[in-house]
């Protein structure tokens, strides 16, 4: 795969005479629609594989054990390119980004649904996630195109695309796999990402860059952002613990249903994943609240209601099956629609603080969510071995207060 980097050092920046101030004003729906399309179709790529793991792993002819670096290796590769590729949208004009990473997505799709071997799988994998971080481009440049007084409802409706992106990837690739084949599914992402691409192409407005640092420079300049904001290293820190408990639940929830006493499939799992519908759909409104009540009263809602959402499910424990199950239910949808909530509310924090780092602002929060991420998935599966499914939602009911507790300190701090 090409350099990104070298290939846009090479790239010519027309001047366009605006900065990120001056191209700070309500974009069009359409546009807003393009945006949240682009970042919905990037992010699904991650996740296409998921339901259709065993069919690659017999029709290659690898173990189960081996096929599972397959997603391992996508997120990794999410995870390297937000901390390492999405701080060049400062750099660079985070149009040329899109459109090559996107360029460069659609070769690894179809390197993906041609491979015949383990070892390419692998590779492209890695390069679906690096080339996937589009969506972490596309994110910041609608915040740097809407006004601050409408930015938390653009960002939030962007935000439902990369949602909805998520929550449907895996729907559709099990429905075509399981009648078209696995190879369809990616041939057919790469041609929707093609789609999404000449779309952009032509309506997407030229972003003037905001810094003209080097590129080890500018990865030095994370920390010294972290450094220099508290509100930074409050949002990072606070949606890194609320995400610890929301990675154990989501990592441990198909086991748990597996064994006693629900005995159900990985199906019924899956379809909890409809409660995430709630939180990507909720996230315009979460913007609306960010715009209007503040971004630090959306945080101590969000939180809140997670708290409470992880203490029910703590508290079915001790109930029926049925009644756990209502339980967990309702618990699914009112912790995913808070943390949605939060992270929308903390993107509006974090894109105010300057305009001319908003790339490298957002590399260092989901950078913060993903470390909170991959330690809940860790506590989470060790939990639930050793102490069952309460100690799951009993951990993820705390990570939730604490996480409510910082916001809480948070506000104090800024009212004195």
Same mark, same amino acid.
């Given at each position: 795969m090409p350099?990104?980097?070298?290939?846009?050092?090479?790239?010519?920046?027309?001047?366009?005479?605006m900065n990120a101030d001056s191209q700070s004003q309500q974009p069009s729906s359409s546009l807003v629609l393009l945006l949240a399309s682009g970042a919905g179709l990037s992010v699904?790529?991650?996740?296409?594989?998921?339901?259709?793991?065993?069919?690659?792993?017999k029709d290659i002819g690898v173990s189960d054990v081996n096929i599972g670096f397959v997603p391992t290796l996508t997120q990794l590769g999410y995870a390297l390119g937000i901390l390492l590729l999405a701080p060049l949208g400062d750099r660079h004009d985070r149009r040329q980004i899109i459109l090559i990473k996107l360029s460069l997505l659609v070769l690894a799709l179809l390197a993906t #649904? !041609?491979?015949?071997? $383990?070892? %390419?799988? &692998?590779?492209?994998?890695l390069a679906i996630g690096l080339t996937a971080t589009m969506a972490q481009d596309i994110v910041p440049a609608a915040a740097t195109l809407a006004h601050e007084s409408r930015r938390g409802k653009v960002v939030g409706t962007v935000?439902?695309?990369?949602?909805?992106?998520?929550?449907?990837?895996?729907?559709?690739?099990?429905?075509?796999?399981e009648r078209f084949g696995w190879r369809v599914m990616f041939v057919i992402a790469a041609v929707s990402v093609i789609g999404i691409g000449i779309?952009?192409?032509?309506?997407?407005?030229?972003?003037?860059?905001?810094?003209?640092?080097?590129?080890?420079?500018?990865?030095?300049?994370?920390?010294d952002l972290l450094r220099r904001h508290a509100r930074l290293r409050q949002a990072a820190l606070a949606q890194g613990v609320l995400s610890?408990?929301?990675? #154990? !639940?989501?990592?441990? $929830?198909? %086991?748990? &249903?597996?064994?006693?006493?629900?005995?159900?499939?990985?199906?019924?799992?899956?379809?909890?994943?409809l409660a995430g519908a709630v939180g990507a759909l909720a996230a315009p409104v979460a913007g609306h609240l960010a715009d209007k009540r503040g971004p630090e009263m959306v945080t101590r809602l969000g939180t809140g209601l997670a708290v409470l959402s992880f203490a029910l499910m703590c508290i079915g424990s001790?109930?029926?099956?049925?009644?756990?199950?209502?339980?967990?239910?309702?618990?699914?949808?009112?912790?995913?629609?808070?943390?949605?909530?939060?992270?929308?509310?903390?993107?509006?924090?974090?894109?105010?603080?300057?305009?001319?780092?908003?790339?490298?602002?957002?590399?260092?929060?989901?950078?913060g969510m993903f470390i909170g991420m991959a330690i809940g998935a860790?506590?989470?599966?060790?939990?639930?071995?050793?102490?069952?499914?309460?100690?799951?939602?009993?951990?993820?009911?705390?990570?939730?207060?604490?996480?409510?507790?910082?916001?809480?300190?948070?506000?104090?701090?800024?009212?004195?």
């Open positions: 350099s990104i980097q070298s290939t846009l050092a090479k790239t010519h920046l027309p001047k366009t005479g699904a790529s991650l996740y296409y594989s998921q339901p259709m793991l065993g069919t690659l792993a #649904a !041609f491979s015949h071997s $383990l070892d %390419v799988l &692998l590779v492209a994998s935000m439902t695309g990369l949602l909805l992106g998520i929550l449907l990837s895996r729907v559709v690739s099990g429905f075509v796999a779309a952009m192409w032509r309506g997407l407005p030229r972003f003037t860059p905001t810094t003209n640092l080097s590129y080890r420079a500018l990865l030095a300049s994370l920390l610890m408990g929301f990675s #154990a !639940f989501w990592s441990t $929830l198909a %086991v748990m &249903l597996h064994g006693e006493p629900f005995h159900m499939g990985s199906a019924v799992a899956g379809a909890f994943g001790w109930c029926s099956p049925v009644t756990q199950l209502w339980l967990l239910i309702i618990g699914t949808i009112g912790f995913d629609l808070g943390v949605q909530m939060t992270l929308v509310a903390h993107q509006t924090i974090v894109y105010g603080i300057d305009p001319g780092a908003r790339s490298r602002l957002n590399a260092v929060l989901f950078v860790s506590a989470g599966s060790i939990l639930l071995a050793q102490w069952g499914w309460i100690a799951v939602t009993g951990m993820a009911t705390l990570t939730s207060l604490a996480a409510f507790a910082l916001r809480l300190k948070t506000t104090h701090v800024n009212k004195s």
